[in-house]
């Protein structure tokens, strides 16, 4: 998989997409209500019919079935008109990009043949029911269990499930419960596997919505499966395959959140622009102060960002055969969900007091952005799954040099004293970004140089990382956060060189904002990396943080005595 | 508060009386504020005369209660033998002893004589009784009591006095008076900063000890994380509670009552006593009981003592011996679940070869020792296998793995009276048990009955 070029599409595709921005576009900005839909927690059914008669109910699914068959890129760009209404962006990402994604990847052609023509077009909706009260991050504790009948032709299902999107109205849905499983040596284990339920098999009841902080409009309830008989026919992949059922299934959506993001912004740059431009005090329009020209700033380099992530990403997933982007679109999905909620805090801050009210939509955007950090696995998990990735794939280079180092062969021993030497006295990296065969462009070659610097640093902080926790390093999250948080930074800077690159060679319009995008971009995170990776380097507070939590956890309340407080 | 503005007031009439030139001769009285004008000095034997000049007491006599003729007989009776001052306050209650009655003894002490005269060994006797009368933790009577000190007497009025420790008797007994407030841990007023100015001066040992207790006090007052009250619950059920939150100390252990004590009277007319049995048991401790083996026994041990500062209690224990590490069941990682390629939740271990170093390396502490579980812990009335099996019996609904475990009650006997030796020969085969130990008792110390 390579970075540079940055991926592109064809012109016909193009012309295509844009066949079908616009009527969506159209949709949105005139028929969609979403203070109405927000305030009544309800999507009326009038707009639900539209979104069907754009056929936005099936966008991945291939034309035979009746779907729209686009690839990831083009799923990324109507992501950005979704997103402008949060409830209709995650009752459509709750149908497609987890509900019915099972069938489309791991079903067979009985499966997709059979439920595919209907949830293309929105007759019926899906839902993905993996979540229950006593296991959410944790998947290997579920308890929604699947027996098999005497007659072996059905799956008896029992549990629950909860904060399912759409689970009020689900007809499909993809459920995954644990099924007893003889394996190989003949002991009876519990798997994980993945079933296709109808509501109409009976036996599924679904509790009252949730009343939520944001995206108030999806239904999100319990479900409960009692006695469901679901046909062995149903079974997606293999019986006790459901946990790599579902590992594609959540890796494949991920990414469509940074473009979703990139398009509220934008839309939140033209609405606060325009306040900010015919708002006068001091007899200044608020626009000519340097704080508002700071967040306007922020949030124009955080949508440039998540939007290159964003493509960079489903480019590389467009590939041929089937990449395995899982590692980079958690990192979008991270960067994204912090940057969109730190946005839209600003957006709001510019119209000050009037933000705040209910009279604006930026309350709204606020309250919908703040589900981004928590759904589709926490920003905590993930940033844990990046950087223990990373580590067990450095790890497996490194494992040997670290294990002749901690023996203390002398010879090692020299030659690592001498390239710290040499580090010190020539502090030249040289990756082969810049320079005549370099595939960064010219103008770029300042923030290529603090990329390839970065990198370099970072590489022998993860080797010191590994040489003094080993494997352990499993446990101590305050350092791979630290990890995840400079991989974050530098695969947004190779997004952002890698499009800018492009942009300047092609020359789209404006690549002049765009390279200066970029260049500061590219100083900010560089400045970031190296201070995290001086953290990392033992230079931090993790102790002091850990004895703190400890000690308040131990009293489960605050520890120090009122400063009013006296001895005698 | 008077104190203060007493004080000020003899600083500001001292500077006066010095503008004026006369010397400090006549003194302002601790009660009510008499100024003796100097042209007056030929009033002699009247009521009000100044400490330190040397002259006939002529008092006159006012109605006077028992307890002040009790006072008069002892000084005129002198010669009849020596009448201590302990006596006073023998005297003064015989059956209960109050804060009261202290007080009334240092009042009339105090109206008796205005030259205060054997006031050293009054208050030394005083110290002494006050643990009798259950005063000696009160900041107040230690006040009244330094106030039986006279007043601007003892102060030094030259540097020659001040170098040549002026009336030590008096600064020791002060000093003492002090000693016994931080014997019992009680922290000085402000009040007794301006009576020790007052009576000694700023630069007296006294007034020394009261700055050194002063810096100490407040520092060590909340030295202890895990204080006890001076006043413990006198109910033995809350006493129980109390205790066993203290030993288990986790937020989580909840508390269950099995017993209360109450008396019964069976048919055939006998009063049958049931003991209180308090319990405690945490979610971790019950789901480790679940998960326990029922091949091996669980053990009731006990009592064991937990002194709260001068009380004892004793607890009993459900616990089980550590298993030898070869036949420890490591708990097996699915491989599927816990993974690398997974991304719900991140892989719980890594691939690698490699160990952690040694300057990371903090799982060594000389401290942790291996021990073996402890599932309950409980406090009753009393201490044998009865009761006991009641409290078993009442922790196996919450945990019903108990009915298929092997309990064996290794209990000792309880605390004891010492035998005499009369008893001691009537009973020396009680005295052969197997795995019992007598305990001796100390002496001098309070306990809960058990």
Redesign the interface.
């Known amino acids: 998989m390579s970075v540079f070029p940055y991926p592109e599409i064809s012109k016909e595709e193009l012309e295509e997409l844009h066949q079908l921005v616009q009527p969506v576009e159209k949709f949105f900005n005139e028929d969609v209500d979403s203070k109405k839909i927000d305030h009544e927690a309800v999507i009326p059914p009038e707009t639900l019919n539209g979104l069907k008669e754009l056929g936005l109910f099936g966008i991945q699914v291939p034309e035979e079935y009746g779907g729209l068959g686009l690839s990831n890129t083009m799923y990324a760009r109507l992501g950005e008109i979704t997103s402008l209404d949060g409830a209709i962006a995650v009752t459509l990402a709750a149908h497609q990009a987890i509900g019915l994604k099972g069938i489309l990847i791991a079903g067979n052609d009985a499966q997709k043949a059979k439920y595919l023509p209907k949830l293309a077009t929105g007759e019926h909706i899906a839902a993905f029911c ?1 979540t229950e009260p006593g296991s959410g ?4 504790s579920i308890q929604t269990r699947a027996t098999l009948t005497e007659d072996g032709k059905h799956f008896l299902l029992n549990g629950t499930k909860f904060w399912i999107s759409n689970g009020g109205w689900a007809d499909i849905m993809t459920v995954f419960a644990r099924t007893e499983v003889v394996d190989k040596d003949g002991q009876k ?1 519990d ?1 994980i596997t993945a079933f296709i339920v109808e509501r109409a098999f009976g036996g599924v009841t679904s509790g009252k919505p949730e009343d939520k902080l944001g995206i108030r409009g999806s239904n999100t309830c319990e479900i409960t499966f009692e006695d469901t008989k679901v046909p062995i026919e149903n079974v997606i992949g293999e019986v006790g395959g459901g ?1 790599k059922v ?2 594609n299934i ?2 494949n959506g991920r990414f469509s959140m940074g473009s979703a993001g990139a398009g509220m912004i934008k839309r939140l740059i033209e609405l606060t622009s325009e306040y900010a431009g015919t708002r006068k005090q001091f007899n200044r329009s608020l626009s000519e102060f340097g704080m508002i020209q700071d967040k306007f700033a922020t949030m124009a380099l955080n949508a440039f960002v998540m939007e290159s992530m964003a493509y960079l990403t489903a480019g590389m997933m467009d590939r041929p055969g089937v990449p ?1 982007c ?1 590692l980079e679109a ?1 990192m979008v999905k991270v960067f994204s969900s912090e940057g969109s909620w730190t946005c839209v805090s600003e957006a709001l801050q510019v119209l000050g007091g009037l933000g705040f009210t209910k009279n604006y939509p930026y309350e709204r955007y606020l309250r919908d952005c703040r589900i981004l950090q928590i759904f589709e ?1 926490t920003n905590e ?2 940033r ?2 990046i ?3 990373g ?2 794939y450095a ?2 280079i490194l ?1 040997g040099k ?2 002749e180092m ?1 023996k203390g062969n002398v010879g090692v021993v020299f030659e690592i004293l001498g390239k710290k030497l040499k580090d010190l006295v020539v502090k030249t990296v040289d990756f082969g970004l810049t320079g005549k065969d370099g595939v960064v462009h010219p103008s770029l070659t300042e923030s290529a140089k603090m990329f390839e610097q970065n990198a370099a640093h970072f590489g022998s902080t993860v080797e010191s990382l ?9 446990d101590e999250q305050l350092v791979l956060k630290k990890v995840a948080d400079v991989l974050i930074n530098l695969y947004a800077m190779t997004a952002v060189l890698s499009r800018t690159s492009r942009s300047i060679s092609i020359g789209l319009r404006s690549h002049d904002h765009e390279v200066l995008l970029t260049n500061t971009f590219c100083k900010d995170a560089h400045f970031k990396n190296n201070f995290l990776l001086t953290q990392l380097q033992k230079k931090d507070n993790d102790a002091n943080i850990k004895k703190i939590a400890q000690e308040v956890l131990a009293k ?1 309340a605050y520890v120090c ?1 009122h400063p009013l407080d006296r ?2 | 508060m008077n104190a203060p503005r007493q004080l000020l007031r003899i600083q500001c009439i001292g500077c006066i009386a010095r503008f004026l030139g006369t010397p400090i001769q006549r003194m302002i009285l601790p009660t009510g504020a008499h100024l003796q004008t100097p042209g007056s000095q030929h009033n002699y034997g009247q009521l009000l005369r100044p400490f330190h000049c040397s002259a006939v007491c002529s008092t006159s006599r006012p109605s006077q209660t028992q307890l002040e003729k009790t006072v008069e007989d002892e000084t005129l009776n002198k010669d009849k033998g020596l009448v201590t001052h302990d006596d006073l306050f023998e005297r003064a209650a015989r059956d209960t002893k109050t804060k009261a009655d202290f007080n009334r003894v240092v009042d009339v002490f105090s109206k008796k004589d205005i030259r205060r005269r054997g006031h050293v060994e009054f208050i030394y006797a005083a110290l002494k009784k006050m643990p009798e009368f259950g005063v000696e933790r009160d900041i107040t009577v230690y006040n009244k009591l330094l106030d039986v000190f006279p007043k601007e007497v003892l102060m030094p009025r030259n540097f020659i006095q001040r170098m040549f420790n002026h009336y030590p008797r008096q600064q020791e007994c002060g000093v003492q008076l002090l000693e016994q407030m931080e014997n019992y841990g009680i ?1 000085p007023n402000v009040e007794t900063k301006v009576l020790l100015a007052q009576i000694f001066g700023e630069k007296s040992h006294p007034m020394r000890k009261y700055q050194r207790i ?1 810096y100490w ?2 520092k060590f ?2 030295a202890n994380p895990f204080p006890i009250p001076h006043v413990l619950p006198s109910d033995p059920v809350e006493l129980a509670r109390f205790s066993l939150t203290r030993i288990a100390d986790d ?1 989580d252990a909840k508390i269950t009552i099995y017993q209360y004590p109450s008396t019964d009277i069976t048919e055939t007319g006998e009063e049958v006593m049931r003991p209180h049995i308090v319990g405690i048991q945490s979610p971790n401790q019950r789901s480790l009981l679940a998960k326990h083996n029922p091949c091996r026994p669980v053990f009731v041990e006990g009592p064991f003592p937990l002194w709260l500062r001068k009380t004892c209690v004793h607890y009993y224990l459900l616990r089980a011996d550590p298993i030898p590490s070869e036949e420890k069941v490591e708990e097996e990682f ?1 491989p ?3 993974g ?18 040694m ?2 390396d903090f799982s060594f502490d000389v401290d942790d020792v291996e021990e073996g579980p402890v599932y309950a812990m409980c406090m009753a009335g009393q201490g044998d296998q009865v009761t006991l099996s009641q409290w078993i019996s009442g922790l196996q609904e919450t945990c019903p793995i108990l009915g298929q475990i092997p309990t064996v009650f290794r209990l000792e006997s309880g605390p004891r009276e010492l035998q005499t030796t009369s008893d001691a020969q009537q009973t020396p085969e009680q005295e052969v048990e197997t795995d019992q130990i007598i305990e001796e008792e100390p002496l001098h110390s309070q306990r809960v009955k058990q």
């Open positions: 993996l991050s944790d998947a290997a284990k798997k946990f579902a590992m959540l890796n395995d899982s958690a696995g998990i993930l844990m799954y950087a223990l990735t580590m067990q790890g497996k494992t670290i294990k901690k590994l040489y003094r926790y080993g494997k352990t390093i499993v489960r005595s001895t005698f | 922290m002063m006090f407040p007052k909340h937020l699915d599927e679940m816990i690398l390629e997974q991304s719900l939740f991140y892989p719980q271990r890594l691939e690698l070869d490699l160990e952690r170093d300057g990371d």
